[in-house]
């Protein structure tokens, strides 16, 4: 069956930096599209970032751009969200999720946590 | 950039319809995908593309998507329908994916 399942969370103060991993299996993972989408304790879900299936494309939402990279390794069915400058409103729980053609999200994980916190 | 515009709450007794809007912009003319989020759980797609319903979502959700407003629909609702509802969709126009605010549902 169908798993994503994220690593990588904790706590880390403002200005640091964290790497989030999702690690994918039961599927054929190079033909999806991934995303990172978070939500804040208490908040909506947000949308964080998108890479296509083959690495080729990423898009950022504006409040991470030029701070978070999304990437991705077909040879080990891995997704990664690099995260710098963290500051204390990117504490949220953070899913990846699957999709394609950039339709609906078919799959997500279980979520990991990130605190940003002094 | 986009904006979807969802009411905060919604509230239904067991038993009638719920019927969950997201607002936007000529929203008719995009495909939009609507997410149950129970407490503590990962979300699920229960309409997507508008109007089509996955396997496993029962025949009670159903969706619409016409002019400036997409509307999930809940018919006979159930306490066990009682989540957090969010519209999305992806804007061509910014190459972004949009989330709508979110509705809360419950069940009286």
């Known amino acids: 069956q169908v798993q994503l399942v994220e690593s990588g969370g904790g706590v880390v103060q403002p200005g640091r930096s964290l790497r989030l991993s999702c690690a994918a299996s039961?599927?054929?993972?190079?033909?999806?599209?991934v995303d990172w989408v978070r939500q804040a304790p208490g908040k909506g879900l947000e949308w964080v970032a998108l890479?296509?299936?083959?690495?080729?494309?990423?898009y950022y939402a504006d409040s991470v751009k030029g701070r978070f990279t999304i990437s991705r390794d077909n040879s080990k069915n891995k997704l990664f969200l690099q995260m710098n400058s963290l500051r204390t409103e990117d504490t949220a729980i953070y899913y990846c999720a699957t999709s394609r053609d950039r339709g609906p999200f078919d799959s997500w994980g279980h979520g990991i946590l990130v605190t940003v916190s002094s | 950039s986009y904006v979807l515009t969802q009411q905060p709450s919604v509230s239904v007794a067991p038993g009638k319809t719920a019927r969950i809007t997201c607002g936007g912009n000529n929203i008719g003319s995009k495909s939009v995908h609507w997410y149950q989020n129970k407490s503590g759980q990962a979300p699920v797609v229960v309409i997507y593309f508008d109007s089509d319903r996955p396997s496993g979502i029962p025949e009670r959700f159903s969706g619409s998507n016409s002019a400036n407003t997409a509307t999930l629909t809940i018919s006979r609702v159930e306490v066990g329908d009682e989540a957090d509802y969010y519209c999305q969709l992806w804007d061509s126009s910014s190459d972004h994916r949009v989330f709508g605010g979110g509705t809360k549902l419950t069940v009286l």
């Open positions: 039961g599927f054929i993972f190079r033909n999806n599209d």
């Open positions: 890479i296509s299936y083959d690495g080729s494309s990423t």
